[in-house]
Every structure is written in C-alpha cells, then in structure tokens.
Nanobody
Framework: QVQLVESGGDLVQAGGSLRLSCAAS????????MGWYRQAPGKQRELVAT???????NYADSVKGRFALSRDNAKNAVYLQMNSLQPEDTAVYYC???????????WGQGTQVTVSS
C-alpha cells in the first residue's frame, strides 16, 4: 500500500548540485524515520541521511556540510539537496521510510546519481 516515488537522479560534473525527491503515497507523519541510503557498485548500502518525526537529523560523515535533508509534510515528501558533489558520491540512491512499530522498512526504487570528474 505504501509507495515511495523518487526523482532527481542525473549525471553531473564534480562540484555540481542535485536535488533528489521522494514522494510518499501516504502521510509521512505515519513514518518515524525517513531519509536516504545509497549503494555504489561493489559496495554495501550505506546511510546518507535520515530525519525523524521530531525533526532530528543524522548524516553520514562523508556528506556532512554538503548534503541537506528536508521534509515537506504538506507534500508528503522528503528531499535531499546535494551540493559540491564528488565522484565518490556516485551511487544508486534509495528513499527510505520506517514506522516505529514495523521492523521492515519501505524502500523506493532507486535513482542513479553519477558524478563525473
């Protein structure tokens, strides 16, 4: 019943910016945590950034100061503003949402971000 629809992935040059969007099919107030993970070829999926229902955020050290996670409750969406992109940011980015009392989270389909040097 829950869908997370992602958009915004693209090919950009190093130093450029992108904004990823994740629109949920239900009220995002039903999720305790939302955010983004990413997976590069040959690597494990890793946390990029999360935000909880009370507004607390958590960022991977590698993206602090460059990425910003925001939430728009009226649009049932979360956004990831990515600035100063580096080739190391190249990955498939997945939207993530979790309910407090549901052990299995929801995932988006993934959107490709490629940063050229």
């Amino acid at each position: 019943q829950v869908q997370l629809v992602e958009s915004g992935g693209d090919l950009v040059q190093a130093g450029g910016s992108l904004r990823l969007s994740c629109a949920a099919s239900v009220s995002i107030s039903s999720f305790n945590t939302m955010g983004w993970y990413r997976q590069a070829p040959g690597k494990q999926r890793e946390l990029v950034a999360t935000i909880t229902s009370d507004g607390s955020t958590n960022y991977a050290d590698s993206v602090k100061g460059r990425f910003a996670l925001s939430r728009d409750n009226a649009k049932n969406a979360v956004y990831l503003q990515m600035n100063s992109l580096q080739p190391e940011d190249t990955a498939v980015y997945y939207c993530y949402a979790a309910k407090l009392f549901r052990r299995t989270p929801y995932w988006g389909q993934g959107t490709q971000v490629t940063v050229s040097s």
